[in-house]
């Protein structure tokens, strides 16, 4: 053997022991980390939202040449056939810059449904929701809805919507000074005269919406507009009230971008103080309903990431997804890091079929998925990296040129929001529970960390 | 960055030739006679260099063109302890004892400077001829011995000047060895004679030349498993002979400071950390001295070439690397940054190491893994023995992870007998 066939044998090898086996098996627990199939259409998106690294890098994350419609769909079909042929029944994610924005979206989902009839995996799909905006549109996701309920292979809508207060963050690319929207196609609503459609009426179309199809929301907490997140926060509450869906149902994810500045961090504890003791107050004062928030109910993700251990070295799903991107048939790492050097690999197609893998980058493919972030530069020394959920891959290689380094201004974030946790917990009298109620990792990186706090008070 | 060109086309040299070298290379020439470069080492540096190596292509082809600055060189940089380069000496070799002189002119009284020179030169015709140029076993040493007798005449002050010899193998000159065992002794023979000869004919005593001639890989190289296995025959062969590589010395060096192990950048290239690669802009090393040029860039993706480094120059790969790697003074701070976190902390390296030599070994690739003490010393090794920042991001695109290609050169036997051959040594250094 080559050097090249000698790549693709350990790539082979090790896809059949992981990622083949779960797509073979997913409903078996030993493959929980092995049955996630992300297929990436691509980086279409009606939104500009500041923080996003498809508006920002989505060109070279995904080269336009393979961003078209006829290829994409036609690699589609290669795709699934590939998975109907192996047996295979994984948890889809179909990922794309806003997939209900183009017509590509409708007629991809469709052949899903269509070419796996009889899998039973869920189909999650991100949206920003602004499909609502239209109602031929929502009819058309919902035609989908239903069609995917009735074939059990159901599709489960995830809203990257980040609230009312915080809409400054996620314009239009039409309002945006320098987008060029052309009309019509794919962006069958531009909003050309600059005023955002998004009023009281849409939203409330949103959480209805949301609550006949059980969607969950996934707001991105982000530096910019950091200071209104409080004021979100209870307007995400009082539209849940009113359409009667639970407190506990909303998944808070900080961006994990350089941007953030002391002024903003400090404005982000300022919140996180606000929203523990809410949720507390929420809970009754009560410790046991609160622990049962904060660790079974997942508190609001924000809250329970540091406390809680992950079955997985890194915290994101990088290393529990394989990601297809359809432009080209390339393997790649996630959908933030599908840059062309640091490529997995491709699919080998003959005679419209897959048959094979080959392998462009081996040595990446096995560090991620082996990798535990504790042992990474910098972080092997961090006291609270037991408690940290850990930079974005994407984001590090954006700003510091290395996959592997953290970003400084990320990790004041985590370290005040840890010095945060301990002083409310502290406040609130249930820090020793806290203490006690996770492992002992844990409970030494967060006593280490108010050691310090306590020895530099000031 | 003192060259741009070379009059020589080796196998192994990790630099891609293209026409479009040749415009470097003049720019090189105007930037070196203006006292340009004197500039730029002085804002990276301060007064604080001690060591500094002329890099690029060939360095005896604008050596001169330095020998003007080294007045103010001297002057800036006063803590200056080695000044060097690595050449062929195919050409110009008169060159070598002329920067000797002029740095012995304008050498302060009692200031100590080494002035060292790396001779590339690989063994016998059988392997120098075949990895460089025909007849160069013959005019190497031939333009070796004529400088030596050259040098002999000059009184060298408080200047000493260390000459070694920078062995290269390559797959095929490991092969050609095999072939024919006895060539191992020819090639012992080479060297030792050289040794002779130097000793019989040096007669100043400020001149030294290395005795050891470690023989290093061609790296980089796309590796196979068979490899590995003929790497290992090749290795067993030096030390039934009681000989080394270069990989023995390492390696020895591990266990010598074993207590010092936790500072890892005491063990690995210092690329990006104490040493840096100065030409327009700051680099990791020298390996991307001309990665810059658009124009070079443009021309060696056009060849076809048949050369590993041609195959990793991909637009995506040498777009990162220029965007990242290759830096202007004011983003020193973010590139040490990453540098630092390179070369001081290492657990994701050697964790890495694990999982690919269990994925390696899984397929049959590398020896299954014995234990866990030997799996533990294969990752101190691979990760600074082997260690080259800039090999790792052109394969991987990061420069923590070690390629493929190394663990199956040497985790086929080749570690082992690296292993093995430390109690030889020692009872040699004896």
Redesign the interface.
């Known amino acids: 053997m080559n050097f090249k066939d000698e790549n693709n044998a350990v790539i082979e090898a090790f896809l059949e022991r992981t990622f083949y086996k779960g797509f073979r098996d997913p409903y078996n627990e030993k493959n929980v980390n092995f049955r996630s199939m992300e297929i990436i259409l691509n980086y279409k998106c009606n939104l500009g939202c500041r923080y996003c690294y498809v508006n920002k890098f989505g060109d070279a994350l995904y080269p336009p040449k393979y961003q078209d419609d006829e290829r994409i769909l036609r690699n589609l079909e290669i795709l699934l056939e590939w998975i109907k042929e192996n047996g295979f029944d994984p948890k889809l994610e179909v990922f794309s810059g806003e997939i209900f924005a183009q017509d590509l979206g409708f007629k991809a989902l469709h052949m899903i449904l269509d070419k796996l009839k009889g899998n039973r995996g869920n189909i999650v799909i991100p949206t920003n929701f602004t499909f609502l905006l239209s109602d031929a549109l929502t009819e058309r996701v919902e035609e989908l809805m239903v069609k995917s309920r009735e074939q059990g292979m159901r599709i489960v809508l995830s809203a990257s919507f980040d609230g009312k207060y915080c809409e400054a963050n996620r314009p239009f690319k039409g309002t945006i000074e320098g987008h060029k929207v052309s009309p019509g196609g794919i962006w069958s609503w531009t909003y050309n005269d600059k005023k955002d459609p998004r009023n009281d009426e849409y939203y409330d179309r949103c959480f209805a919406f949301a609550k006949k199809w059980s969607c969950g929301f996934h707001p991105m907490v982000y530096s910019g507009s950091i200071e209104h997140w409080q004021r979100n926060f209870l307007w995400f509450q009082e539209k849940y009230m009113q359409h009667e869906l639970g407190w506990k149902n909303l998944y808070l994810l900080e961006v994990r971008n350089v941007e953030w500045s002391t002024e903003q961090i400090k404005e982000y504890c300022r919140f996180l103080r606000f929203l523990i003791k809410w949720a507390y107050e929420k809970c009754g004062n009560d410790w046991e309903t609160f622990k049962e928030f904060l660790f079974k109910k997942k508190g609001f993700n924000i809250l329970h990431s540091a406390l809680s251990t992950t079955g997985r070295g890194m915290g994101c799903s990088i290393q529990s997804t394989f990601t297809v991107r359809t432009g080209d048939l390339a393997i790649v790492p996630c959908h933030r890091t599908s840059y062309p050097h640091l490529l997995y690999g491709h699919f080998n197609v003959e005679d419209g079929r897959i048959v094979g893998v080959e392998a462009h980058n081996t040595e990446l493919w096995i560090a991620i998925t082996s990798l535990t972030t504790k042992r990474l530069p910098y972080c092997v020394t961090c006291i609270i990296s037991p408690l940290c959920s850990s930079g974005c891959l994407g984001s590090q290689l954006e700003v510091t040129g290395d996959l592997f380094t953290p970003i400084p201004t990320v990790c004041k974030m985590y370290h005040a929001k840890m010095k945060t946790f301990i002083d409310v917990f502290r406040d609130l009298g249930i820090y020793d529970r806290i203490l006690n109620s996770i492992d002992t990792t844990k409970q030494k990186a967060l006593t280490g960390l108010e050691e310090i706090m306590l020895e530099v008070k000031v | 960055m003192t060259s741009g060109t070379c009059p020589l086309k080796c196998k192994y040299c990790y630099i891609p030739k293209s026409k479009a070298m040749g415009e470097i290379h003049e720019r090189i020439e105007k930037d070196l006679e203006s006292g340009a470069f004197l500039n730029r080492l002085q804002t990276v540096y301060g007064e604080d260099l001690e060591h500094l190596g002329f890099w690029g292509t060939e360095p005896l082809l604008t050596l001169p063109l330095i020998e003007k600055h080294i007045p103010e060189l001297l002057r800036r940089f006063k803590k200056l302890e080695t000044v060097g380069f690595s050449t062929s000496l195919m050409v110009f070799p008169d060159r070598i004892v002329d920067f000797a002189k002029a740095l012995v002119e304008h050498l302060p009284p009692n200031r100590e400077l080494i002035y060292k020179v790396q001779i590339s030169l690989d063994g016998p015709a059988f392997i120098t001829d075949t990895s460089r140029v025909k007849g160069a076993a013959k005019t190497i040493p031939k333009n070796f011995f004529a400088l030596i007798e050259k040098l002999n005449g000059v009184d060298l002050g408080s200047l000493r000047v260390k000459f070694t010899w920078k062995v290269t193998h390559t797959p095929d000159a490991i092969h050609s060895l095999l072939e024919a065992p006895e060539r191992f002794d020819e090639y012992f023979k080479y060297f030792d004679d050289l040794r002779a000869k130097f000793i019989k004919e040096s007669k100043n005593g400020k001149v030294a030349l290395k005795s050891s001639y470690y023989p290093t890989l061609m790296m980089p190289g ?4 068979d490899d590995g296995k003929q790497l290992a025959q090749y290795l067993r062969e030096f030390h039934k002979r009681k000989r080394f590589t270069a990989y023995t010395g390492r390696l020895n060096r591990m266990f010598k400071y074993n207590t010092e192990l936790s500072k890892r950048h005491t063990f690995s290239c210092s690329g990006g950390d104490s040493n840096l690669g100065i030409g327009e802009y700051v680099h990791i090393c020298h390996r991307t001295f001309y990665y810059n040029n658009d124009n070079y860039i443009e021309s060696i993706l056009a060849t076809d070439i048949e050369n590993w480094d041609v195959s990793l120059f ?4 040498v ?2 690397i220029r ?3 290759i830096v202007d003074v004011n983003e020193l701070r ?2 040490r ?2 540098m ?3 070369h ?2 290492w ?2 390296q050697l ?2 190491v694990r ?2 030599m269990t ?2 070994a ?2 049959g ?1 590398v020896d299954p893994i014995e234990s866990e003490e030997i799996m533990e010393l294969f990752a101190l090794f691979i990760n600074s023995c082997l260690s080259c920042p800039m090999e790792k991001l052109l ?11 190394l663990f ?1 050169m040497f985790g086929n036997g080749a570690f082992k007998e690296i292993l093995k051959s430390l109690p030889i040594l020692w009872e040699a250094n004896k």
Do not use: P
């Open positions: 796309k590796y196979t498993s991909q637009r995506g790969t777009d990162h965007r990242s790697y973010r590139f940054y990453v630092r976190g390179y001081d902390f657990q994701f964790s890495y999982a690919m994925e390696l899984l397929v690739q394969n991987t695109g990061s420069i923590h992870l070690q390629v493929v290609s199956r």
